[in-house]
C-alpha cells in the first residue's frame, strides 16, 4: 500500500482533484492519513493471515490457497477504492447529499461515506476473517478427522496384518497338526497293522506245532496236559459253554508257593510245553525269523546265527514271545480282532480311515479296563487303547484324559507306555467270605509289562451289530454294551457322560442303518434300533409274554431280563444273576413232585431262614442313621467277589481271584468247595445272602479243577480241589448241572418264579413292597442314592464309586407291577418232552417213481419237503401243518383230520444231473438244503468232478458248480441261520464257504449288463478258511456260527474241532476204539454225539471234547438226527424202528415201530414230527394223532389218506 500511495497514478491524481481548493487538499491529506491507519490495520490483519497460511502450509496446500484469494479480493478493494469515489453513482450520492449547502454538506458527506466506507471495508476484511478463521477451524477439524481416519486406517492395516500372519500362522499349524495327525494315523496303522501280523504269525506257529501241525513233536493222540480258559463266544441264549487253549497258563500254580513272593506277581510260563516242543527245520527257522523280524525290527540280520542257536534250545517259543510279544498276548479266539474286509464287500481302504465321530471311552472287560480313543469309521467301530485303569475306572479315569492333553499324550510317549502318574491305584474292599486288597505298588511294578502285552487297538465290524443297549456303569447310566450277531462276546464300553453315551451309541445305529438297510447285500438283521430305556421295558414286556405263553424257557427269559436290567458277562460288579432253585443237597435222588425239594422264591434269600431273619429284621428297625436310610441287609446278592468266588476254578477268573487277594489264593477253607455248603450258609450266615450265576445251569466245567491248581489245604488237612457236588448229582459236575437245568424248568419253578422276578427284577425291588417283602439293602446299591454326577467333591465321589462297585448293584427296575403267572404248560406244543407216547404213524407216502429206490434224503425248509432219492431223483413236496395259538388251540392248514401231512409236488420229479464218484457212499450227508435271499437250494456233493452244486428247488435245475477241493467232495454241512457252509473231501481237508449275501435283484441285473450266460452266485467261490490237520478222508462234518466252530469226523477215527470265525485248530478228540467215523451230531446246548458203523456204538462228548456217554445201537443206523429243542437224538435204521434217546445219557426216551420197511433217511420238524424214508422209496410221517377226532384211528383210515397224498 506505501508504493500504491506513492505511485505517480496515485499523485496525478490527487493533483487533479485539488486544482484551486487548498481545503480540499487539507481534507485529501487527512483522508490520506486514515487511509494509512486503515493501510496498517489490514497490513497486520494481513500479516497474520498470511502467518496463518504460512504455518498451516506445509499441512495443507488447500487452505494456502483460501488465504490467498482473500488477499487478493482485499487488494483489489483497495484499488478500486478511488475510481468508486469518482464513480456516477458515487457523485450522484454526494449532490443528493448536499442538497441546501453544496460545500459543507458536500464535505461532511464525503468524510461520513469516507468513513462508512472505511468502515464497511474494515467489517467485510473482519468478516472474511472470520470467514478464512471458521475455514481454517473447519480445514484444522478436517485435518485432525484426516489424521483420525489415518490413525484408523494405519491400525486397520496393522490388524488386517497381524490377521493375516495369524491367518498364515494359523493354518502353517493346521498343516503341521495335520501333517502330526497324519503321522499319528500312520503310526497308530502301522502299530495296528504289526499286531494283526504278529497275531497271524503267532497263529502260524501254533498251527504247524500243534498235536495235529506237521512240525509236532508228539502228534494226537499223546498224555500231554492241556490247559484250558474260558471263551466268550456265546450263543443266542447268551451262553458261554465253550473253553479254549490257554498258552499263557503258569505251571508255578499248580504246585504249592515255595516263597512269599512267588506268587506276589507271577508271569505266565511259556507257551512251549513239553508237548509243544518241536525241530524247525532250517529254512523253515529263517523264514519265521525274518518275519518276525519285520514286525518287531529289533535285530538286525547279522544276528540270524545267534537266534538260529536259540531256535535250537527246547524252547524255541520263547524266541517268539521276546520278540512279538509286545503286539499280542494269546489272541487265539479273540472276538475283537482287527477284521478283515467281507467276501461280498466292495468298500475301500478309504472307508476303515473316515471318521465320523470321535470321543473319550473305557474299553471294559473282565480282565482289565483300558482307557482310549474309541472312533466310528465308514464300517468299523475302533478303538484305541491308551493307557491301563486301575481301580474301578470311574470318573477319575476322564480327568486323566484332560490332564495329559487328550490326543497330544501320544506325541510325548508311546502307546504302549503306562505313565506312573496315569495308574489308578487299587483300593482295599472286602470280598465275599474274606478280604483282600489289591497291591498298587506290585501293579504297578509289572504295569510297563501288562500293557506292552494286550492288544491296543480294537475293531468291529458295524454290519455285525444286532444291538446297541445303553446301560449303567457304577450305577451310571454312561456305558453302552454292543451285541453282535456272529457269536462275538459283546463289547462293554463307559464314557464320560450319559449325554456322550447316547449320542454315540445314536450315531452307531443311525451309520448302521444308513449303510446296511434291510435287504442289502451286507444286512444281517435288518433295520436295528437304539435300546435305551424306553424300548428295553418293552422287550421286557414281549418277552414276558412270550414266557408266559411257554414260547421261551425259564432260562431264555431270565437271561433276557439279565440283559435288559443292564448285567453283563463284561462288568463282574453287575454279573447277570440267576436263584437257587432247589433246597435238597443231601438226598440221594431229587423228587420234584415235593415243594420241600426247592427253595421259597417268594422271599429272598436273607428271609428263608426264619431265625437268621429275626436278627436282619431288629437291626432293620432299630437302626437309626440321620444319613444312612434303614436296611436288612449289608451284603448284596450278586457282587464282584460273589462272581470269582464261585468261579474260582476257572481261567481268567482264577487270574481276578488272585488279585483280588493280593497275588495268591484265599484261604483254602474260605473258597468255593462244597454246594451243599454253600448254601447252607448262605441260609445261617448273616453276611452271606449271594444268589447264582448263569453258569450254575449250562457249564459243568467250572466246578472241575481241570488245570490242577494248588488251591491249598483246609483245616482238616484235605486238599481242595473239584467242587464237592450232592449225593443226587453221582459225582458227575454234568449231572449236577443237568439236574439243576431241569429243576429251573421244573414246574414248581415255572409256577413261581414270577415271585423271585418280583424281588429282583420287579416291583418287589424298591419302596413299600420291597420293605413289605424284607427286601431292602444297603442304599448305595441303588440307583439314584447319590447323585454321582452333580457331585463336586472329587475324593467323596471316588470313594463313593469304590463302594458301588465292590459291595454290589441292584439291577435296573424293570417291572413296576405284579408279574404275572406263567400259564398252564401245552404237552400237545412239545410232544417229546412232555407226552413222547402220543407221537404214533399217522401217514403212509408211497413212491411215485418206478422202479422205485430208497430215499437217501429227506430236508424240510418252510412249507416244503425235499426228498432225494438212491437214484439221484429230486422231488419237493408241500408239507401240511397247523399253527398252534395262544391257550393251545390250532388253526389247520389242510384238512381238518391230520394235524401234519404230506402234500402234492410243488414240481414234478426230476433227474439230477450230477454223475458220482466211483465208490462214494451216497447219502444224507452229501446234500443239505439252504435258504439265501428267500431262494431255496439243495446242496449236493459226490461228484466225479472233485466239485459240489448248488441247484435250485423253484426251478429244478443247477445254478451254481465249485471246484476247489483236490479230490471228490464227501460230505456237506451247513449252518442253521444258512450263512456258512463247509464242505469236506478226500483230499483230507475241510472247506468252509460264504453264502452269498447279495440281493436277488441286483445279482439278476448284474447278470442281465453281460454277455455270458446268467449265473446267480449263492456261494462266494473262493473258501473262506482252508482247514488242515486230518490223515484220512473226512466223512461227516458240522458248522456252527453260535458255537463259533467246525467239527470233522474222519474215516481215521478221530474229529478235530476247529474256530469257525478264525479257523483255528481248538482239540481233537478220538473214537474210544478208533473206528472209522461214520455220523456227527451236535446239540445247540454243546452235546457231540458220535457213531461208528464198524463197532454199532454211540458216544457223547462235551463241546469241550470231555466223554460223557456211550451206549450201544443194537443195529446198523442209516440215520441220526436231532430234536428241534436239541434234548433228543432221534435215530433209526434197518431194524425200521425209531428210536429216541435222550441227549443227556443217552438212554432210549422211546421206541415207535415202522412198517417192517428199513429205515434209510430221516427228518425231525420243528414241531417235533418225524419223516422216514424207507429203502423201498415210501415215506413215513409221524405225529401227534388229532384230538377232535377219534383217538382209535386205524392204519387204513392212513392208508386212505395217502392215496389222496393229503397224509
Not at 408 to 420: A, F, N, T, V, Y
Not at 451 to 478: D, E, F, G, M, P
Not at 641 to 655: C, K, N, S
Not at 661 to 672: E, I, S
Request: charged fraction near 25%; glycine fraction near 6%.
Amino acid at each position: 500500500m506505501p508504493s500504491f500511495t506513492s505511485s505517480p497514478m496515485y499523485c496525478a491524481s490527487i493533483a487533479e482533484s485539488t486544482q484551486g481548493d487548498p481545503f480540499r487538499v487539507e481534507s485529501i491529506d487527512e483522508d490520506i492519513q486514515s487511509l494509512n491507519t486503515s493501510h496498517a490495520i489490514f497490513h497486520v490483519f494481513t500479516y497474520l493471515l498470511t502467518s496463518i497460511a504460512e504455518s498451516t502450509q506445509s499441512q495443507l496446500r488447500v487452505i494456502h490457497s483460501g488465504l490467498s484469494r482473500l488477499t487478493k479480493i482485499s487488494s483489489h478493494l483497495i484499488l478500486h477504492m478511488p475510481s468508486f469515489t469518482s464513480s456516477p453513482m458515487y457523485c450522484a450520492s454526494i449532490a443528493e447529499s448536499t442538497q441546501g449547502d453544496p460545500f459543507r454538506d458536500n464535505l461532511m458527506f464525503w468524510k461520513n461515506n469516507k468513513e462508512i466506507g472505511l468502515v464497511k471495508l474494515i467489517a467485510v476484511a473482519v468478516d472474511e476473517a472470520k470467514s478464512v478463521v471458521s475455514i481454517n477451524g473447519d480445514r484444522i477439524k478436517q485435518l485432525q478427522e484426516l489424521h483420525a481416519k489415518l490413525d484408523e486406517h494405519l491400525l486397520t492395516e496393522k490388524n488386517h496384518q497381524k490377521a493375516f500372519e495369524d491367518d498364515i500362522q494359523c493354518n502353517m499349524n493346521a498343516v503341521l497338526s495335520s501333517d502330526d495327525n497324519r503321522k499319528t494315523a500312520l503310526q497308530l496303522a502301522l502299530e495296528e497293522e504289526q499286531q494283526v501280523v504278529a497275531d497271524k504269525w503267532l497263529h502260524i506257529y501254533r498251527a504247524l506245532i500243534d498235536e495235529r501241525g506237521p512240525w509236532s513233536s508228539l502228534p494226537f493222540p499223546n498224555s500231554v496236559a492241556t490247559h484250558w480258559k474260558l471263551d466268550k463266544t456265546e450263543d443266542s441264549w447268551r451262553r458261554r459253554p465253550k473253553l479254549k487253549r490257554n498258552y499263557k497258563f503258569d505251571e508255578r500254580l499248580c504246585h504249592p508257593p515255595t516263597t512269599k513272593m512267588s506268587n506276589r506277581i507271577t508271569q505266565p510260563t511259556s507257551e512251549s510245553s513239553a508237548g509243544m516242543r518241536t525241530n524247525f527245520p532250517e529254512q523253515m527257522k529263517q523264514f519265521i525269523l525274518k518275519g518276525v523280524r519285520g514286525i518287531t525290527d529289533e535285530k538286525s540280520l547279522d544276528s540270524l546265527d545267534d537266534d538260529l542257536a536259540m531256535m535250537n534250545e527246547p524252547d524255541p517259543h520263547i524266541f517268539l514271545e521276546n520278540h512279538g510279544s509286545e503286539f499280542v498276548k494269546d489272541h487265539s479266539g479273540d472276538v475283537d480282532s482287527v477284521p478283515e474286509k467281507e467276501p461280498s464287500s466292495g468298500s475301500t481302504d478309504s472307508d476303515f480311515f473316515e471318521v465320523h465321530l470321535s470321543t473319550l471311552a473305557v474299553f471294559i472287560t473282565p480282565k482289565r479296563k483300558l482307557a482310549g480313543h474309541l472312533a466310528i469309521m465308514q464300517n468299523v467301530l475302533h478303538f484305541s487303547g491308551e493307557f491301563l485303569v486301575e481301580g474301578t475306572g470311574g470318573s477319575s479315569v476322564f480327568r486323566n484324559f484332560n490332564d495329559t492333553g487328550n490326543l497330544d499324550s501320544r506325541k510325548s510317549e508311546p502307546l504302549g507306555s503306562i505313565p506312573k502318574q496315569k495308574s489308578h491305584k487299587g483300593l482295599t474292599f472286602d470280598s465275599t467270605r474274606g478280604k483282600g486288597s489289591i497291591d498298587s505298588e506290585d501293579l504297578d511294578v509289572s504295569a510297563q509289562h501288562k500293557c506292552n502285552k494286550i492288544k491296543l487297538h480294537r475293531r468291529w465290524n458295524l454290519s455285525t451289530i444286532k444291538a446297541v443297549h445303553w446301560t449303567r456303569y457304577l450305577l451310571q447310566y454312561t456305558a453302552l454294551e454292543i451285541f453282535f450277531n456272529d457269536s462275538k462276546a459283546p463289547v462293554f464300553l463307559n464314557f464320560m457322560s450319559q449325554k456322550d453315551a447316547k449320542h454315540f451309541g445314536t450315531t452307531i445305529i443311525s451309520l448302521r442303518n444308513e449303510l446296511y438297510p434291510k435287504g442289502s447285500s451286507k444286512d444281517k438283521t435288518g433295520h436295528i434300533t437304539f435300546i435305551d430305556r424306553r424300548i428295553a421295558l418293552e422287550m421286557a414286556e414281549n418277552a414276558r409274554e412270550r414266557w408266559r405263553r411257554r414260547e421261551i424257557s425259564n432260562f431264555e427269559y431270565l437271561m433276557t431280563l439279565n440283559t435288559l436290567s443292564g448285567r453283563s458277562y463284561n462288568d463282574l460288579t453287575q454279573y447277570p444273576i440267576f436263584p437257587w432253585v432247589l433246597a435238597d443237597y443231601s438226598s440221594e435222588k431229587l423228587d420234584f413232585n415235593k415243594s420241600s425239594t426247592f427253595r421259597d422264591l417268594s422271599k429272598p434269600v436273607g428271609a428263608l431262614d426264619s431265625k437268621r431273619f429275626e436278627g436282619f429284621e431288629e437291626r432293620y428297625h432299630s437302626f437309626s442313621d440321620p444319613d444312612i436310610p434303614s436296611f436288612y441287609y449289608g451284603s448284596h446278592y450278586s457282587s464282584m467277589g460273589i462272581v470269582l468266588y464261585y468261579l474260582l476254578r476257572l481261567e481268567p477268573f482264577t487270574a481276578l481271584h488272585r488279585n483280588l487277594q493280593g497275588g495268591k489264593f484265599d484261604h483254602a477253607d474260605r473258597l468255593f468247595q462244597c454246594i451243599d455248603g454253600t448254601y447252607r450258609n448262605c441260609l445261617s450266615n448273616t453276611s452271606d445272602v449271594k444268589e447264582l450265576i448263569p453258569e450254575f445251569f449250562y457249564m459243568p466245567e467250572f466246578l472241575v479243577n481241570s488245570n490242577r491248581y494248588h488251591l491249598g489245604v483246609k483245616q482238616d488237612g484235605e486238599p481242595l480241589g473239584d467242587v464237592v457236588l450232592p449225593p443226587w448229582a453221582k459225582g458227575s459236575s454234568e449231572e449236577f448241572i443237568y439236574r439243576n437245568r431241569e429243576a429251573l424248568e421244573s414246574e414248581y419253578v415255572s409256577s413261581n418264579l414270577h415271585h423271585w422276578i418280583d424281588l429282583v427284577f420287579g416291583y418287589k425291588q424298591r419302596g413299600k413292597p420291597a420293605v413289605e417283602a424284607a427286601n431292602i439293602f444297603y442304599y448305595l446299591t441303588y440307583e439314584g442314592a447319590v447323585d454321582l454326577e452333580n457331585m463336586d467333591d472329587m475324593l467323596q465321589k471316588s470313594a463313593i464309586e469304590d463302594q458301588i462297585a465292590n459291595f454290589g448293584q441292584t439291577p435296573i427296575q424293570i417291572f413296576r407291577k405284579r408279574h404275572p403267572r406263567r400259564g398252564p404248560p401245552i404237552p400237545i406244543a412239545h410232544p417229546l418232552y412232555f407226552a413222547p407216547a402220543s407221537i404214533t404213524l399217522t401217514s403212509i407216502v408211497s413212491s411215485a417213481t418206478s422202479p422205485s429206490s430208497a430215499i437217501v434224503f429227506i430236508g424240510l425248509l418252510d412249507s416244503n419237503v425235499v426228498l432225494v432219492s438212491q437214484g439221484l431223483t429230486l422231488s419237493v413236496k408241500l408239507w401240511l401243518t397247523t399253527q398252534l395259538q395262544a391257550g393251545g388251540n390250532f388253526t389247520f392248514s389242510g384238512s381238518q383230520e391230520p394235524f401234519f401231512g404230506i402234500g402234492p409236488d410243488v414240481f414234478s420229479p426230476r433227474k439230477l444231473c450230477t454223475p458220482l464218484a466211483e465208490n462214494i457212499e451216497f447219502g444224507k450227508q452229501c446234500m443239505v438244503t439252504m435258504q439265501v435271499l428267500n431262494e431255496n437250494y439243495l446242496i449236493s456233493c459226490g461228484n466225479w468232478e472233485n466239485s459240489f452244486q448248488v441247484i435250485s428247488l423253484n426251478e429244478g435245475r443247477i445254478v451254481q458248480s465249485i471246484r476247489q477241493h483236490k479230490d471228490v467232495v464227501s460230505c456237506i454241512a451247513v449252518s442253521s441261520d444258512g450263512s456258512m457252509l463247509a464242505t469236506g473231501s478226500y483230499d483230507t481237508t475241510v472247506m468252509v464257504w460264504h453264502a452269498y449275501r447279495g440281493r436277488h435283484a441286483e445279482r439278476r441285473s448284474r447278470a442281465m449288463q453281460t454277455d455270458f450266460p446268467r449265473k446267480d452266485h449263492v456261494i462266494i467261490e473262493s473258501p473262506f478258511h482252508i482247514l488242515c490237520g486230518h490223515d484220512d478222508i473226512i466223512t461227516c462234518l458240522f458248522i456252527s456260527a453260535e458255537l463259533d466252530v467246525v467239527i470233522s469226523g474222519s474215516k481215521d477215527g478221530t474229529c478235530i474241532f476247529h474256530t469257525l470265525r478264525e479257523g483255528r485248530y481248538a482239540q481233537s478228540i478220538q473214537h474210544p476204539s478208533g473206528s472209522p467215523l461214520s455220523k456227527l451230531v451236535v446239540s445247540p446246548h454243546g452235546r457231540l454225539v458220535i457213531y461208528a458203523e464198524s463197532d454199532l456204538s454211540l458216544h457223547m462228548y462235551s463241546i469241550n471234547g470231555k466223554h460223557v456217554a456211550s451206549s450201544e445201537s443194537n443195529g446198523r443206523l442209516n440215520c441220526i438226527e436231532l430234536s428241534s429243542c436239541g434234548d433228543f437224538l432221534v435215530c433209526a435204521g434197518d431194524q425200521g424202528q425209531i428210536i429216541v434217546r435222550s441227549m443227556h445219557s443217552l438212554d432210549v426216551v422211546r421206541k415207535y415201530e415202522g412198517i417192517g420197511k428199513i429205515i434209510t433217511s430221516l427228518a425231525v420238524t420243528p414241531e417235533e414230527c418225524f419223516l422216514a424214508g424207507t429203502k423201498d422209496g415210501s415215506l413215513l410221517v409221524y405225529s401227534i394223532e388229532n384230538p377232535l377226532t377219534r383217538r382209535g384211528s386205524s392204519l387204513s383210515r392212513n392208508n386212505k389218506s395217502k392215496n389222496t397224498a393229503t397224509g
